[in-house]
């Protein structure tokens, strides 16, 4: 094909803003747009388990930062409390010797 010969360029979508996710609408909801609010950490509450992302901002009343976990309960919904059936537990070790074995706290 001779370089002369150049393909008609594709007519160019309209800027369209960012598709909004559920996570995004519930962090709108704590932070402010001018809060400079980002991901400090993110994961599972256990292996296998439910995600967690922890938002953090800058306090530029008081200084230092501030944070808020928010927690993913299943399909779209983010919410800044753990599922329900998810919650600390208290397992120690025994030190009387290496025969012990682990036990949860009554």
């Not at 609408?25 to 991901?39: D, Y």
Request: charged residues 15%; glycine residues 10%.
């Amino acid at each position: 094909m001779p370089s002369s010969a150049r393909a008609p360029l594709p007519q160019q979508r309209p800027l369209l803003e960012p598709p909004s996710s559920p996570l995004r609408n519930e962090i709108a909801r704590w932070f402010s747009s001018t809060s400079s609010a980002r991901v400090a950490r993110f994961g599972r509450i256990y292996l296998g388990g439910s995600r967690y992302v922890c938002v953090s901002a800058p306090d530029r009343i008081r200084g230092g930062f501030y944070a808020l976990y928010f927690f993913h309960h299943g399909g779209k919904n983010w919410r800044t409390y753990p599922p329900s059936g998810v919650g600390p537990s208290i397992v120690y070790w025994s030190v009387a010797g290496p025969t012990s074995s682990v036990k949860a706290a009554p």
